[in-house]
């Protein structure tokens, strides 16, 4: 048997494609979700439905790397051969995992709390610089992958070379998770959506300032970091 068909048997090649398409709707909704920040008092209602519906494909994405992680330190051989990760994906990993909930959290609080809790705000903000910093270098370290995975998945074999290879099983399974958590994800947005009339009119400020600095500084030493690496 191939190393290729006991990555397939053992469940590898379907985290990684999982993953990869969970990370696909993730980056469209954070770009989304991104693009409300420059004129936030007027989008304020979308960003935040955007960050509710956002919270259903990062537990599903968290999911699948956790569970890669758990086989990978509990010795599965399939994992084990695959490798972990580059070291500074790893390093960063934590950062980016707590300062997306950290960011998720207080943003519903503060959808149910209204604007009044100073310390939410300065809470948002910060994890949502973090956050930022973190996703970019996550972003570059495998935006040449991702599409590459998500094809793979789905593209149908006419090559008579390639028809024999073993393909992974259960990807209408990891297109039915993404729906699924995407659905969920929206009924809440939708229920919660209420809760979010006090901010109408807000006419806060985006983010600005030496926090705008910050995040400019760690994408372009991501950027530089990425391409020396290759």
Not at 129 to 135: C, E, H, P, V
Not at 154 to 169: A, I, N, S
Not at 190 to 208: D, I, K, M, S
């Amino acid at each position: 048997m191939t190393e290729r068909a006991r990555n397939v048997r053992s469940g590898v090649v379907g985290n990684e494609r999982l993953t990869a398409l969970t990370g696909a709707v993730v980056l469209v909704l954070s770009v989304a979700e991104i693009a409300t920040v420059p004129t936030l008092g007027n989008l304020i209602v979308a960003h935040f439905f955007v960050g509710v519906l956002l919270a259903g494909p990062v537990v599903a994405k968290t999911a699948s790397t956790g569970w890669r992680f758990i086989r990978y330190y509990s010795r599965d051989p399939a994992y084990r051969r695959k490798g972990p990760p580059r070291l500074l994906l790893r390093m960063i990993a934590p950062l980016l995992v707590v300062s997306t909930l950290v960011l998720i959290g207080s943003g519903i609080a503060l959808a149910i709390t209204g604007p009044a809790p100073e310390i939410l705000i300065r809470v948002h903000v910060v994890s949502f610089l973090i956050w930022l910093a973190t996703l970019a270098v996550h972003v570059f370290a495998y935006v040449r992958r991702v599409p590459q995975l998500i094809a793979e998945d789905w593209r149908r074999r006419t090559d008579p070379q390639k028809r024999g290879k073993p393909e992974p099983l259960g990807r209408r399974m990891r297109l039915a998770v993404n729906i699924a958590v995407l659905v969920l994800a929206a009924i809440a947005a939708v229920l919660l959506l209420p809760t979010a009339a006090p901010w109408e009119g807000w006419r806060g400020q985006a983010v600005t300032g030496p926090g705008v600095l910050a995040v400019a500084v760690c994408i372009g030493t991501a950027i530089a970091v990425m391409l020396k690496r290759r």
